[in-house]
C-alpha cells in the first residue's frame, strides 16, 4: 500500500525454573512496538466489484493523507504460570497476565456509509473532476488505552471408582478490564481516487471521551470420565460479570450480568482407530466496552452442538467429519448507519459440516485436504426483514489442500518444496431491509514453500498467492469493498540452538 511502512519492534523473554519434578514456574514476557497504518482502504463499490467508467482502482489505491495515516501500538504483557504436584493423584496449577495497551490510530476513508450506490462528488460540488472519479472522506481517530488483568486456579484430581477412571477439575478465575478512549470523526474534503493529490484537506476537531470498566469471575467444576472405549466430559461454570460505562461528565452507566452455563461431550473409541463423539457447550463472553451513546454492550451468549467421525488406521494417517450448528446472540457488527458505532445482532446461526484429511507416504510426501460447508445466517432479530440474511463475509464453501515432498541431500540435509491451493466461495451482504443485496466472488489463491534444513540450520521461503491474484475478500453493502492480500513473500533464516 502506498505511503504505509510497517515497521515492529518484537521482544519476548521467557524463563522456567523447575525447583523439583514436581514443581515448575514459568515467566513470559511481551513487548510489541507497531507503527504502520491501514491497508484496509474502505473503496466503493464502482471501481472494485462495481464497473466504474473509469475502470478498476488499483490495490494500492491510497484514500488517506501521509501525515494522517498511522496506527502506533504499544503493548506488554506479563504472564506466570505455576504447577505443583503434590502426589499422583493431585495437582494444582496458576496462570495470571497483566497486559498494557496504548495505540494512537489516525485514518481517513470515504464518505459511502451513506450513499454507497453513489458515493461520488456530483457537478457543480466541490472536487468535483469527473464522472465516479472523487468522493468526500471522513477522517477518524482513536487514542484506546486498555489495561487487563487476569488470574486462573486450578486444581485437578485423578482418581478411580471402580473401574471407572476421573479425571477432576475444578476452578475459579477473575479478571479486570479497564480502557480509556478518546475518539472522534468528521467530514473533511474530497479527493480524486484515480489520480490523488495529497495535503488539501481540513482536519476537524470532535472528541469524544469514555472510560470503560469491567469485571468477571467465574467458578467451574469438569469431570471427564472413562471406561473402556467410553469417555464422558461433564462440566458447569458459574460467571457474574459487571461492565461499567464512565462519561466525561462522570454518569456511569452500569450493568450486571451473569449465567450458568454447561458442556457435555461423549466420546466411544472402536477398534482399528475409528472414534464417534457428539457434544454440546454453552458460552457466556462479557463485552467490554460501550456504543457511542454510551451504553454497554450485552454479554454474547452461545450454544454449539457438535457430532463427528475420527479415523486414525496407523500414525501417519487421519480422516475426521463433522457437523455442527452454533448459535451466538448479541454478536458486534458495524453499524450500517454510522460507522463510528457498533451494534450486536439478536442471534447469529452458523450450521454445516467439515471433512479433512491428513496422510505421510513412504515417510517423503505430506498431504492434507479439508473443506467446510458453512451457512451464516441471523436467525433472530428485533428487524423481521432481517431474519434469514446471511451474514456478511462468510463464505458457504471453502476448501484448501496443501502437499510437500521432502528430499535428502547430502548425509544430513533436507530439501521441502510444498504447494497449496485454497478455495473462498462467494460471499453475499444485503441490508436489513433486503433492498440491496452484494455478492462477493469466490476466489482461488495458490501457495507455496522452499526450505533447506541442515544441522540446527533452516532457510525457508513462503509465498502466498502465488500468481498475484487481484481479489476481494469482502464487499459490504454499507458502502466498501476491501482488496484480498497481493501476492506476499516471506523469507526466513532460523538457528536454533
Known sequence: MDHIGDDRLFLAPSITWRPSADTELTLLVHHQEDRTGSTTQFLPHQGTLLPNVNGQLPSNTFISEPDVE??????????????????????YRLSARGSWSDVNYQTMYPNSYFNPLNPWVQPGEAGYVGPQRSTTRYISYSFPESRAYSIDHQFQANFRTGGVEHTLLFGVDGQQYRQFMESGSA??????????????????????????????????????????????????????????????????????????????????AFEGGLSAYVSYSESFLPVAGANIYGEPFEP???????????????PQYLATAAVFDIRDTNRLTADPTNPQNRIQTGEVQSRGFEVEGRAI????????????YNEVEVSESTNPLEVG??????????ASAWGTRRFRIGADGELSLGLGVRYVGETTDQDANRLFILKTPAVTLFDALAAYEQDNWRLSLNVQNLEDEYYFSSCLVRGDCFIGSRRKVIGALTYRF
Open 300 to 314: 454474547q451468549m452461545g450454544k454449539q452442538w457438535e457430532a463427528g467421525l475420527k479415523w486414525q488406521p496407523a
Open 389 to 398: 440474511k446471511p451474514f456478511a463475509s462468510q463464505p458457504l464453501h471453502a
Open 187 to 268: 467530514l473533511t474534503t474530497p479527493i480524486d481516487l484515480f489520480d490523488p493529490v495529497y495535503g488539501n484537506y481540513v482536519e476537524p476537531v470532535v472528541t469524544r471521551k469514555a472510560t470503560t470498566e469491567q469485571e468477571q469471575l467465574g467458578v467451574y467444576l469438569q469431570d471427564q470420565i472413562r471406561l473402556g472405549g467410553w469417555n464422558l466430559i461433564l462440566g458447569v461454570r458459574r460467571d457474574e460479570a459487571t461492565t461499567r460505562s464512565i462519561a466525561v461528565d462522570a454518569k456511569v452507566t452500569e450493568k450486571t450480568s451473569d449465567a450458568t452455563t454447561y458442556r457435555a461431550g461423549l466420546l466411544y
Open 70 to 91: 498511522l496506527y502506533r501500538a504499544i503493548q506488554s504483557n506479563v504472564s506466570l504460570f505455576a504447577r505443583h504436584r503434590f502426589n499422583p493423584h493431585f495437582e
Open 361 to 372: 507416504f513412504r515417510e517423503v510426501y505430506d498431504l492434507s485436504v479439508n473443506y467446510t
